[in-house]
C-alpha cells in the first residue's frame, strides 16, 4: 500500500498551468524519485505536498487517509518533512538550537541548551554534526545533514528533498545517498527531486516522470535506461554537442588572451606561485571541490576585488580595476549563485537580459529605451535558451532555479564580450538543458572568446576542456591530457596528487 498518494493534481498560476492531472504514488520504505526538466512542475508538486500551495484540484491520500495540508504546519503534523532547495536554517543560530526551532516553547532550551535527547535521537539515525557549532560555520553537506534530521526529528515518516545534490560536492552526494538508504531501512519514505539520471540510478528504487507538468511514466529504476528517462523527461534524444577539430590549437601565450598570474604573497584563499593562461578560442576548465578559491579568483577577474599579489592581463596589458569598467571592457560572468548574484528577482525576464547593457542597442538607443526591440531581443533569447514559462514580462522570482540559471546564461553568453566567466554555469539544470548551455559554451569559444569554466562537475570539464586544471586550497595544478580521468582528478583536488605544481 502507498505511503502517499496523489491523484490528478492540477495547480494554475493565472493562466500558466504548472500541473495538470499528475499522479504519484510513494510506497512505504522506500526511495521514490521524482524526475523531469526544469519547469516541469516538480517543486509545484512537492509544495502542494508540504502545504504551501493549495492544488486546484485532485485528492492526496496518506498512509490511506485524506490528506489536506493547509500550511507546513499541518504538513509536519501529519508525518511530511521537507529539505528545499536553499535551506531554510538560521545561520547565526547554533545547529541545536536551529533544530529545536519551532517547538513551544523555545525559550526553555536556550538557559540550560540541553541537547542529550537530539544526541540520542541522532545516533540512532546516524547523523553526525556539532550541535554547539554556529550554523553558518557548517559546509552546505553539513547544513544539508541539519535539515534532513530537523525533519525526522520533528516526526517525519515521508521525507521530501527537492534537488538535494545541487550545491554538494561529488563526496558530499555520496554521503547524501548513504544516509538516504539508512534512513529508507528504518521504514521511511523518501522523495527524491532531482534531474540527474545518473543519481536516480545510485539511489532511487521507483521512478516517475513529469513533462511540463504532465505524469509521462512511472516504473522501477531497474527497467529505466538513461535513453529512455531523458526521451520521457524532454520529448526527445540528446545529442550532445562536439567540438570542433579545429579549436585547441592555440598556444596560450601571453600575448594572446588572458593571463593571471598569483605570486606566493596573494591575499585571501588565493596562494601561489602559479599563473593561468586563457588563451582566445578555447574553453580552459578549473575543477575543485567548492571553496578552495574558486570564488576569490572569479571575483578577482571580474573586478569585485582586487587581492594582493594577483595580476591580470590582457594581451600582456594590465585590466583596468572596477566591475564597471570590466564589464564594458567585455568580460561576461555567470554567477554560481543566480539569485543572489545574478538575478534581480523582482525584475522581469525582459529587464533581467537587458541588465548589463540597458544603454546599448537593442535594448535602447540615444539614451531611450527601444521597447519593441528589446522585446523582440528578449523573446528570441528565451526561446534560444528554453525558459519556460516564455513570458519576457515574467518577474524572475517566479521561475523554477533551474530556468532562472537559464536566464543567466541567455544573458552573459549573448552580451558583446571578450571573457566569459562561467562558474558552475549548469548547476540546477536537467540533461536537456545542460546540453544547450555546453552547446552555447562551445560555439562561444569557436566564435573567438576566451572561456574559463569553473567547475565542481569532473564530467563537466572533461567534456568541454581544451586545457584543465584543479585548485586546492587556493593553488593551482595544471594537468596534463594523459591524467585526465576521474581517478587522477579526484586525487588533485584532495591534495594529494604528488605535490601541486606551477600551471
Not at 540520542?120 to 545533514?145: C, I, K, N, Y
Not at 516522470?209 to 516504473?219: A, H
Not at 577539430?245 to 598569483?262: K, Q
Request: proline content about 4%; some cysteine.
Amino acid at each position: 500500500m502507498a505511503g502517499f498518494q496523489a491523484t490528478s493534481i492540477r495547480k494554475s498560476y493565472g493562466g500558466t498551468l504548472a500541473l495538470e492531472e499528475v499522479s504519484l504514488a510513494v510506497n512505504e520504505g522506500e526511495i521514490h524519485a521524482l524526475l523531469g526538466e526544469n519547469g516541469a512542475g516538480k517543486t509545484t508538486l512537492l509544495n502542494i505536498l508540504y502545504g504551501l500551495l493549495e492544488p486546484d484540484s485532485g485528492e492526496m491520500l496518506l498512509d490511506g487517509k485524506p490528506y489536506k495540508p493547509r500550511s507546513p504546519r499541518e504538513a509536519k503534523r501529519a508525518g511530511v518533512g521537507m529539505v528545499h532547495q536553499h535551506f531554510m536554517l538560521a545561520p547565526t543560530l547554533e545547529v541545536g538550537e536551529n533544530i529545536l526551532l519551532g517547538e513551544n516553547p523555545f525559550s526553555l532550551y536556550q538557559g540550560n541548551r540541553d541537547f542529550r535527547a537530539i544526541r540520542e535521537r541522532m545516533d540512532f539515525l546516524g547523523f553526525d554534526f556539532p550541535l554547539e557549532a554556529r550554523t553558518d560555520a557548517l559546509s552546505v553537506g553539513e547544513m544539508q545533514r541539519v535539515e534532513i534530521f530537523k525533519a525526522l526529528w520533528k516526526g517525519a515518516r515521508l521525507l521530501a528533498l527537492d534537488e538535494p545534490t545541487a550545491v554538494l560536492t561529488p563526496r558530499e552526494c555520496e554521503s547524501l545517498f548513504e544516509l538516504l538508504r539508512r534512513i529508507r531501512e528504518q521504514g521511511h519514505s523518501v522523495l527524491f527531486i532531482s534531474h540527474k539520471l545518473e543519481e536516480i540510478e545510485k539511489v532511487a528504487d521507483r521512478v516517475s516522470v513529469l513533462r511540463r507538468g504532465r505524469s509521462v511514466g512511472c516504473f522501477p529504476v531497474a527497467e529505466a535506461s538513461r535513453a529512455k528517462l531523458s526521451r520521457l523527461m524532454i520529448g526527445r534524444d540528446l545529442c550532445p554537442p562536439v567540438k570542433s577539430s579545429t579549436r585547441g590549437g592555440n598556444s596560450g601565450s601571453i600575448s594572446d588572451g588572458f593571463h593571471v598570474v598569483c605570486s606566493e604573497a596573494c591575499s585571501g584563499k588565493l596562494r601561489g606561485p602559479w599563473s593561468l593562461a586563457i588563451p582566445f578560442g578555447q574553453i580552459t576548465a578549473i575543477a575543485g571541490i567548492e571553496g578552495n578559491g574558486q570564488r576569490e579568483l572569479a571575483e578577482n577577474l571580474l573586478g569585485l576585488r582586487s587581492d594582493r599579489g594577483l595580476q591580470i592581463r590582457l594581451s600582456g596589458i594590465p585590466l583596468p580595476k572596477g566591475v564597471r569598467e570590466r564589464v564594458q571592457g567585455g568580460i561576461s560572468f555567470i554567477s554560481e549563485d543566480r539569485q543572489r548574484t545574478g538575478l534581480i528577482l523582482e525584475f522581469t525576464l525582459q529587464e533581467n537580459l537587458a541588465l548589463k547593457d540597458v544603454s546599448e542597442a537593442p535594448w535602447s538607443r540615444h539614451g531611450l529605451l527601444r521597447g519593441k526591440d528589446s522585446r523582440e531581443c528578449a523573446d528570441a533569447l528565451i526561446r534560444r535558451f528554453e525558459v519556460h514559462p516564455p513570458d519576457a514580462e515574467q518577474a524572475a522570482g517566479r521561475l523554477s532555479g533551474g530556468n532562472q540559471q537559464k536566464v543567466v546564461v541567455a544573458r552573459e553568453i549573448s552580451r558583446p564580450h571578450r571573457l566569459l566567466v562561467a562558474t558552475n554555469p549548469t548547476r540546477g539544470l536537467d540533461v536537456g538543458a545542460r546540453e544547450a548551455v555546453h552547446r552555447a559554451l562551445i560555439a562561444d569559444a569557436e566564435a573567438g572568446a576566451a572561456i574559463l569554466l569553473i567547475t565542481t562537475e569532473l564530467e563537466e570539464a572533461l567534456e568541454l576542456a581544451d586545457s584543465l586544471q584543479v585548485i586546492c586550497m587556493g593553488c593551482l595544478e595544471a594537468i596534463p591530457r594523459e591524467r585526465w580521468n576521474e581517478e587522477s582528478l579526484g586525487l588533485a583536488m584532495l591534495g594529494v596528487s604528488g605535490g601541486l605544481s606551477a600551471a
